[in-house]
Structures are given as structure tokens and as C-alpha cells.
């Protein structure tokens, strides 16, 4: 079992910054691929970004590309989504996830066993 804890939301302008940070009590990231999806009321919850274990590769949604950053710490005990240039329409709350499901999940939820409990992101207009 895997215990995951997000951390880092909270209230933004526009066009502003924030980290988000996923840790695992008790273990390393070295044994997952370890994602972000956010939900908004109403609407299912989406793929934000992903890194794989297997070389670090990353992944993100098109929405997000260019302006997230997802990267993990040199001891695999931290996974960071560096969030910039904020927009309305990134408020929700963030889910970190972890699992160990092959290439083609990477943006699936069903690639994922593990999740923890959100964080939520607003930004203000």
C-alpha cells in the first residue's frame, strides 16, 4: 500500500506560479510512474501531467504543455508539478497518482493505484 500526500495549492492571480509537491509515506517514487490529474465540479477528473520511472520521461496534457513542469527529486521521495503562467481554467483540485502500468495507461486513470487525498488550485481572474 502506498500512501500519497499532495501539498502546495492554494490561491493564485492569474498568470501567476505555484509548486505542487507528492510524496509517499514511507517509500520511493523509484518503483512508479507518478501522475497529476484535477477535477472541477461536474466534470470528470483529467491528465495533467506524467513522469515514468523507466528514464523519466514526462507527459503532459495539451492544455497544461508548456506552461507545467513535472520532475522528481534526486532521492525519488518527491514528485513536483511547477505550475506557471495560471489561468482561470486551471482551478480545480490536483491529484497526485502513482502506479506502475505500462506506456499506453500513462494518461489513463487505470493506470493508477495508488492516489492521494488533492490539493486544491485557484486562480482568480
Known amino acids: 500500500q502506498v500512501q500519497l500526500g499532495e501539498s502546495g495549492g492554494g490561491l493564485v492571480q492569474t498568470g501567476g506560479s505555484l509548486r505542487l509537491s507528492c510524496t509517499a509515506s514511507g517509500r520511493t517514487f523509484s518503483s512508479y510512474n507518478v501522475a497529476w490529474f484535477r477535477q472541477t465540479p461536474g466534470k470528470e477528473r483529467e491528465f495533467v501531467a506524467a513522469i515514468r520511472r523507466s528514464g523519466g520521461y514526462t507527459y503532459y496534457a495539451d492544455s497544461v504543455k508548456g506552461r507545467f513542469t513535472i520532475s522528481g527529486d534526486r532521492a525519488k521521495t518527491t514528485v513536483f508539478l511547477q505550475m506557471a503562467s495560471l489561468k482561470p481554467e486551471d482551478t480545480a483540485i490536483y491529484y497526485c497518482?502513482?502506479?506502475?502500468?505500462?506506456?499506453?495507461?500513462?494518461?489513463?486513470?487505470?493506470?493508477?493505484?495508488?492516489w492521494g487525498q488533492g490539493t486544491g488550485v485557484t486562480v482568480s481572474s
Open positions: 497518482a502513482a502506479g506502475q502500468a505500462v506506456l499506453s495507461h500513462t494518461r489513463l486513470e487505470s493506470g493508477y493505484l495508488y
